[in-house]
């Protein structure tokens, strides 16, 4: 299963950041406070690290690719600011030239509009970015983006209210997860009793050869990586002893 790694942008003090105009509040201290609240409520589903808070970008890309592997996800939470200071809205970058990237993205920000409530005002290719390129998008390891929760300036009390559990949401929607329960005659939340591999999945489950995730899930439509299929392997294996 993915892992995931959780940033907020411009470490303050360290680099630029966008500054409400009213309270004096920066982006980087309200992307913390969100983010220490969905770090407890996400880390039991979903394997989870906070990049620790006051990293310079150049720091936060090497912590990033000192753990984390190409199937992982990386989102980096900032507020947007522009000079006209009449934005609002939620928007996401992604890495340019990636029709997959630009679609997880698409999914991603689209269940956290739904959830805070806030206008979706689409994504972006890093590319796209004043700077040319962002380099938290561009590189890091995995899937990474850049998720502007919504204006400082216009949008900054329903972030603080919402935004931590729409992030959550839009995390759980990213990776594939679910608070939703399995149903009791369900053998995982991802195998339906119409799925062609049902009896399969059933004989597995019964013997013990597939355990599934801790969030309810088989990933029975995941590519099957060497070392879960020599784990497979191995239970069998016992079961045959």
Known sequence: MPKLYLIAGHAQGKDEGAQNLKTKETENLIARNILLQVFPKIKDQIFTDLCP???TLDE??????????????VVCCH??????RKETGALCFYYGGSEESKQKADKF??????????????LLADTESRFGRLGIVRDTKGWSFLLEMGSINNDVETVKAKGAQALIKALQTLVGVSDTPVAANQLFADVPATHPDFEAVKWAKEKGVAAGYPDGRLGVDEPLKVGRFLSFLKKYDNLLK
């Not at 507020?79 to 006209?84: C, D, F, G, R, Y």
């Open 79 to 84: 507020l947007n600011s522009s000079p006209e």
């Open 60 to 73: 936060q890309t090497k912590w990033i690719n000192k753990r984390a592997s190409e199937n992982d996800y």
């Open 109 to 122: 920000l689209k269940a956290y509009c739904q959830e805070i409530g806030l206008r979706n005002a689409g």
């Open 53 to 55: 808070f006051d990293l």
